[in-house]
């Protein structure tokens, strides 16, 4: 008797969705918050926006989640690419 073919599990987070990409851009700005910079020092690219770029980005991906937003304005797509620029 051949075993029965099982589903795929689902994924929490579809990936290429607009909360996947805020996500990877939440994760990166906490990888930099995380990682010295190569001579011992404090990051060099963390400002004293970092502090607000974060919760920016936390509350722009609680309020996708919140919402069911599958679309984010224009002004917040320029933003969020702009972080991702910053925090490369």
Do not use: F
Not at 12 to 21: L, Q
Not at 74 to 79: G, I
Request: charged share 30%.
């Amino acid at each position: 008797m051949k075993p029965s073919k099982k589903k795929p599990a689902k994924r929490a987070v579809k990936t290429g969705s607009i909360e996947h990409k805020v996500m990877n851009l939440l994760k990166r700005i906490t990888d930099c918050y995380a990682t010295p910079a190569p001579d011992g020092r404090v990051n060099s690219k963390l400002t004293s926006t970092s502090d607000s770029d974060l919760g920016w980005v936390s509350q722009l991906l609680s309020d996708i989640r919140d919402n069911n937003w599958n679309v984010i304005s224009k002004e917040d797509m320029l933003k969020c690419n702009g972080l991702w620029r910053t925090y490369a």
